[in-house]
């Protein structure tokens, strides 16, 4: 009964505006990890609930400092404030310490640092909903709340220490391990992965790597991994345009070929490889692309004629008009 009033009282003080400083109305029941790359230092957080907009109120990243995973019955602070006590010379676990021991709503919080050197520490408040557990490693932290059964957490812990390539996709692997086991006893709603660099460029824009969110999806973490290809693909068409830059032609129709064959339906991968192919002399390679193109939506077609005004196309008129009249 003590666990109910506590539970219904949270409720009732989460509503009121004069309390936002200790009780959020924010109830990311959920799982999440945070994780490094021991290798590129890239540090991460990704998570999965049955709440709107998840990863606007639990992630929190800094190049160069870390990473915080803040839920259950959020305390929105804890993101910036964690961060701000890593920098200055907090230890993971002394800055959830500190964290925790300040907070009057510590019962109901579940919290995970990680820092720069692959240190973690997290806590899981005695009165979180069962059911509930974290586990704490060298380069990650895993923790979970409100959970179908209590083997969510250590198949997260499994599936990561088990799991090889980027960082970002080994966090996604931990989430789906945490879906096999039931997940979230309520279901499904939104995810989110963030990942920043291990040592900061002092540009912020270059320093946050990855950010997707999944808002609102019946599969929000089969979502989130097919965003995360799309991320992919898109890079490699930033390399491609990069390479264009630079003049290395060769590298450019690498990387957009490679782009393609991620995501073989975009069909504005297709119609720069495809300029990229006229404009380095492939003019008869390109049409195939460019008719491809062109019949999914004329506009690309318009979209080609004032490419030359531009600067964008190094082609003679004849080549140019042979591609526009293409049916």
């Known amino acids: 009964m003590k666990n109910i009033i506590l539970f219904l009282s949270l409720f009732f003080i989460s509503m009121n505006s004069n309390s936002q400083s200790v009780y959020s109305d924010k109830l990311a029941h959920t799982y999440s990890i945070v994780a490094r790359d021991p290798v590129t230092g890239e540090m991460g957080v990704a998570v999965q609930?049955?709440?709107?907009?998840?990863?606007?109120?639990?992630?929190?990243?800094?190049?160069g400092v870390g990473v915080v995973a803040t839920q259950s019955f959020v305390n929105p602070s804890f993101g910036v404030k964690g961060l701000q006590l890593l920098k200055e010379g907090k230890s993971p676990q002394e800055t959830v310490d500190e964290l925790i021991a300040a907070d009057e709503g510590r019962d109901v919080r579940q919290l995970a640092i990680l820092d720069a050197?692959?240190?973690?520490?997290?806590?899981?408040?005695?009165y979180c909903i069962p059911e509930a557990g974290n586990i704490a490693k060298e380069n990650?932290?895993?923790q979970a709340n409100m959970m179908l059964t209590d083997k969510v957490w250590s198949a997260m812990s499994a599936a990561?220490?088990?799991?090889?390539?980027?960082?970002?996709?080994?966090?996604?692997?931990?989430?789906?391990?945490?879906?096999?086991?039931?997940?979230?006893?309520?279901?499904?709603?939104s995810a989110c992965i963030l990942v920043v660099r291990g040592e900061s460029t002092g540009k912020i824009w270059e320093d946050r790597l990855i950010d997707l969110r999944v808002e609102d999806?019946?599969?929000?973490?089969?979502?989130?991994?097919?965003?995360?290809?799309?991320?992919?693909?898109?890079?490699?068409?930033?390399?491609?345009?990069?390479?264009?830059?630079?003049?290395?032609?060769?590298?450019?129709?690498?990387?957009?070929?490679?782009?393609?064959?991620?995501f073989p339906e975009n069909a504005e991968m297709k119609f720069w490889h495809a300029v990229t192919l006229a404009n380095t002399?492939?003019?008869?390679?390109?049409?195939?692309?460019?008719?491809?193109?062109?019949?999914?939506?004329?506009?690309?077609?318009?979209?080609?004629?004032?490419?030359?005004?531009?600067?964008?196309?190094?082609?003679?008129?004849d080549d140019i008009r042979k591609i526009s009249e293409l049916d």
């Open 160 to 189: 990561f220490e088990n799991s090889t390539g980027p960082l970002a996709e080994r966090m996604i692997a931990a989430l789906e391990a945490a879906e096999k086991e039931g997940g979230d006893i309520r279901g499904k709603q």
């Open 217 to 262: 999806h019946s599969e929000p973490v089969e979502e989130l991994k097919r965003l995360l290809k799309v991320f992919r693909a898109y890079e490699h068409m930033n390399n491609g345009d990069v390479a264009i830059e630079k003049n290395d032609m060769d590298l450019a129709m690498k990387e957009y070929s490679a782009a393609e064959e991620m």
């Open 281 to 317: 002399g492939g003019v008869d390679a390109s049409l195939p692309l460019f008719t491809e193109v062109f019949r999914t939506d004329n506009n690309w077609r318009i979209l080609f004629g004032r490419l030359k005004s531009v600067g964008l196309l190094e082609l003679s008129d």
């Open 117 to 126: 050197k692959g240190r973690s520490a997290s806590y899981t408040g005695k």
């Open 140 to 142: 990650y932290s895993v």
């Open 49 to 63: 609930s049955h709440w709107f907009s998840v990863g606007s109120i639990v992630s929190w990243g800094e190049a």
